[in-house]
């Protein structure tokens, strides 16, 4: 940050456009910082499900296609009143629930932009259901849930981060 705010210092000699400029250039800067599988797919922050179905996204769908139906349906209930993607680190996040139904019936899915795995998360009926995708790189059962998934599930549960919650299932990749 600091040798962007040079640079465009030595470009503009008035110092609150070089801060406003620099800020403007950072969110720049850290979107570029993602690499991998799905990298292309950054564009899809800070949009809503209505503008860029995350979900439709061939290699999101294709993932997804992997949950028996009746789960597919039930997540795309428990996504109906969603905010906008989220970019956090190198994964798209995507939170929501069901209409009128907030913290009963909710769900998340967080995409891996590096790796291109996918991990599904179900709360419903006092139970949090994780799914999770294929990922070289990360460890196994809840270990191995990425940390805006488990951070929800904490949510959901009114547990704690790093110890998996009474009412949280892990499901392994089918293989």
């Known amino acids: 940050m600091h040798h ?3 640079a465009i210092r030595s470009v503009c000699r008035n110092p609150v456009w ?3 400029l620099a800020s403007m250039a950072w969110p ?3 979107a570029a910082a993602c690499t991998g599988k799905l990298a ?3 564009a899809y922050a800070g949009n809503y499900v209505g503008d860029k179905n995350l979900l439709a996204a061939p290699a999101v769908a294709a993932r997804l296609q992997q949950l028996p139906t009746a789960l597919r349906q039930h997540l795309e209930r428990n996504l109906d009143v969603a905010g906008p993607i989220d970019l956090i680190g190198c994964s798209l996040v995507l939170r ?3 209409p009128h ?3 009963e019936e909710n769900a998340i899915v967080s995409v891996n932009l590096y790796s291109g795995a996918v991990t599904v998360a179900i709360h419903s009926r006092g139970h949090t259901d994780i799914y ?3 990922d070289p790189t990360a460890g196994s059962g809840y270990a191995a849930v990425p940390d805006p998934v ?3 599930a904490v949510l959901a549960d009114m547990g704690f981060p790093y110890q998996q919650p009474a009412s949280v299932r892990v499901h392994a990749p089918p293989r």
């Open 18 to 20: 070089a801060v406003l």
């Open 101 to 103: 139904q907030g913290p």
């Open 4 to 6: 962007i705010v040079h």
């Open 28 to 30: 720049l800067a850290a």
């Open 132 to 134: 999770l995708d294929q």
């Open 40 to 42: 292309a797919m950054q």
């Open 150 to 152: 488990r951070q929800w």
């Open 96 to 98: 929501g629930n069901a």
